[in-house]
């Protein structure tokens, strides 16, 4: 008995010097976290279905760019997913440092609030 009401004040004690606050900015961080990578997700799906020659700089660009907009945990998001995917395409695809590189400057590029449109193809049809 004495163990659980000891157990309880500690308890109490602990949660009166925790800092409460932080609960709400993790939760934000989460979701846009989660966000984010949905944003990745979305701009790969549009590469895939696009398919035009020379886009895929802008769409890295893009999905990292929408991906920042969220905030914090967004951006965090597309750094964790552009970095394994160059990570992997660079070991696994044969695609070359010269092309990871260019990979990274986009991915960057969106990240930090550029204008995805600066990497757009000339002909890519408006829908992307």
Known sequence: MRLCVCL????FTLGA???WSAIPRAGRFALDAAGGAW???KAY????EANYKDADKYF???GNYDAAQRGPGGAWAARVISDARENWQSDVSGRGA????ADQEANAWGRNGGDPNRYRPQGLPSKY
């Open 8 to 11: 309880v004040l500690l308890s």
């Open 17 to 19: 010097s925790a800092d």
């Open 39 to 41: 944003d990745m997700f």
């Open 45 to 48: 799906r549009d590469m895939r």
């Open 60 to 62: 890295h660009a893009r």
């Open 98 to 101: 010269e092309d990871t590189r």
